[in-house]
């Protein structure tokens, strides 16, 4: 399965709504996940399963979709948040996106 | 606590093998599969390959002419080893952790870069 991340590049400022997009080649029956990786650091695990949350994430953080759309939504962006986010789908094999990288306006 | 840790030679020549180690504590890996994913540098992740729980393997289909996963579960140790190195094989190289589910703990990385 492949997937496909958009935008590429997302510019936005402290306080936007953002939705990052993650589509798959094939379905994935909700075995997607998204992790947030900065600059120097491993990525690390936001969300599982399509929109459960990992342990310690904050609650600005949510997923959402089905089949082969999925998206990652950040309510409300905080400073901290600037990072690249990928998608990863272990439905069928395991395969990351090739991410989105969240930068400020 | 859970941990991961990379190690391994920094540079490697070209169509040399490179052998890298994921030293883990915190779980066991006969409870817990272990995957090797690298970033070549500025670009994105892919998965590489996994042992799983019960020591079985799987590769991705591009690279599973040139790489092997093994273990010593009584060292927690996960090794890598992938021949036939080139440039384009030079990237940070993590070791992640597997519970059933996506990749929750990650080492810290290792850099190595494929250069005469």
């Known amino acids: 399965i492949q997937l496909t991340q958009s935008p590429s590049l997302l510019s936005a400022s402290v306080g936007d709504r953002v939705t990052l997009s993650c589509k798959g080649s094939q379905n994935i029956n909700n075995y997607l996940a998204w992790y947030q990786q900065k600059l120097g650091e491993a990525p690390k695990l936001l969300i599982y399963k399509t929109n459960s949350l990992q342990t310690g994430i904050p609650s600005r953080f949510s997923g959402s979709g089905s089949g082969t759309d999925y998206t990652l939504t950040i309510s409300s962006l905080h400073s901290e948040d600037l990072a690249t986010y990928y998608c990863y789908q272990y439905n069928n094999g395991w395969t990351f996106g090739g991410g989105t990288k969240l930068e400020l306006k | 606590q859970v941990q991961l840790k990379e190690s391994g030679p920094g540079l490697v020549q070209p169509s040399q093998t490179l052998s890298l180690t994921c030293t883990v504590s915190?779980?066991?890996?006969?409870?817990?599969?272990v995957s090797w994913v690298r970033q070549p540098p500025g670009k994105g992740l892919e998965w590489m390959g996994a042992i799983w729980r019960g020591g079985s393997t799987d590769y991705n289909s591009a690279l599973k002419s040139r790489l092997s996963i093994s273990r010593d579960t009584s060292k927690s140790q996960v090794f890598l080893k992938m021949n036939s190195l080139q440039t384009e094989d030079t990237a940070i190289y993590f070791c992640?952790?597997?519970?059933?589910?996506?990749?929750?703990?990650w080492g810290q990385g290792v850099m190595v870069t494929v250069s005469s």
């Open positions: 992640t952790r597997s519970d059933s589910g996506p990749f929750d703990y």
């Open positions: 915190g779980f066991s890996l006969t409870s817990n599969s």
